[in-house]
C-alpha cells in the first residue's frame, strides 16, 4: 500500500490568487492522479502526472488553470490559478503504484479550498 | 460520452441488507471498481470486479455483468459506521470514470 499526506489540508482564499497543494507519497509511483470533489458530487479526475513528462489534463481542465509539477516519483503539486468561487472543491490526489490504472488507487486525505 | 448511473441516495436499518445498483457504458469496458468514501474523507477501496459474477469479501459483496452493463455492491448485516457514499467507478479504455456516489443512511 501507499501513505499519501497533502498540504496544505485546508485553506480559504481570495479570489484572484493561487494555491499550490503538495501531494508526498511514502514510496515511489509511476502515475499521480489529481481529482476535483465539489460538494455533493462525485469525483472528477482533473489531470495524470507522469514524472519526467508533461501532465495530461482531462476535458475541461486546462494547464494555465491548473499547473502541475512532477519532479520525482514521489512528490506532485497543483496549483489552482487565479482563483474563483467556482473553485471550491476538495482536491485530491491518487497514486498507482505500478502504472496500470486496473491496479488498486490509493486517495490523499485531500485539502478543503474555499475561495471568497 | 461515457456515463455511470447510480442512485443518489439510500436508507437502511442496521442488521438490514441494501444492494447499490451501478450501470455503466459497456464500450471500451475493462473493469468496474467500488469505493467506500465516509464524509469529509478521502475514498478507500472496496472491490474491483473484471469477470462475470460475485465476489465476497466478508460482509460486502460485489457483482458484475458484463453483456448487461451493470453492477450491484451488496452489505449484509449493516452498521452504523456504514453510513457513507459509495462509488462504482469503470474502468473503460485507459479512463477511469466516477459515478456520482450513492450516499447510504444506516439508521438504527
Known amino acids: 500500500s501507499a501513505v499519501i499526506s497533502q498540504k496544505p489540508s485546508r485553506d480559504i482564499c481570495q479570489r484572484g490568487t493561487s494555491l499550490t497543494i503538495q501531494c508526498q507519497v511514502d514510496s515511489q509511483v509511476t502515475m499521480m492522479f489529481w481529482y476535483r470533489q465539489q460538494p455533493g458530487q462525485s469525483l472528477t479526475l482533473i489531470a495524470t502526472?507522469?514524472?519526467?513528462?508533461?501532465?495530461?489534463?482531462e476535458s475541461g481542465f486546462v494547464i494555465d488553470k491548473f499547473p502541475i509539477s512532477r519532479p520525482n516519483l514521489t512528490f506532485s503539486t497543483l496549483t489552482v490559478s487565479n482563483m474563483s468561487p467556482e473553485d471550491s472543491s476538495i482536491y485530491l490526489c491518487s497514486v498507482d503504484q505500478t502504472g496500470r490504472p486496473t491496479d488498486t488507487q490509493y486517495f490523499g486525505p485531500g485539502t478543503r479550498l474555499t475561495v471568497l | 460520452g461515457q456515463n455511470i448511473d447510480q442512485p443518489t441516495e439510500m436508507t437502511a436499518t442496521e442488521g438490514a441488507i441494501v444492494q447499490i445498483n451501478c450501470t455503466y457504458q459497456t464500450s471500451g469496458f475493462n473493469g468496474l471498481f467500488w469505493y467506500q468514501q465516509h464524509a469529509g474523507e478521502a475514498p478507500t477501496f472496496l472491490s474491483y470486479?473484471?469477470?462475470?459474477g460475485l465476489e465476497e469479501k466478508g460482509r460486502f459483496s460485489s457483482f458484475l455483468s458484463r453483456s448487461k452493463g451493470y453492477s450491484y455492491l451488496l452489505l449484509k448485516e449493516l452498521q452504523m459506521k456504514d453510513s457513507a457514499s459509495y462509488l462504482c467507478?469503470?474502468?473503460?479504455?485507459?479512463?477511469?470514470?466516477f459515478g456520482t456516489g450513492t450516499r447510504l443512511q444506516v439508521f438504527p
Open positions: 470486479n473484471v469477470l462475470d
Open positions: 467507478r469503470s474502468y473503460n479504455t485507459d479512463k477511469l470514470i
Open positions: 502526472a507522469n514524472q519526467g513528462s508533461e501532465a495530461t489534463y
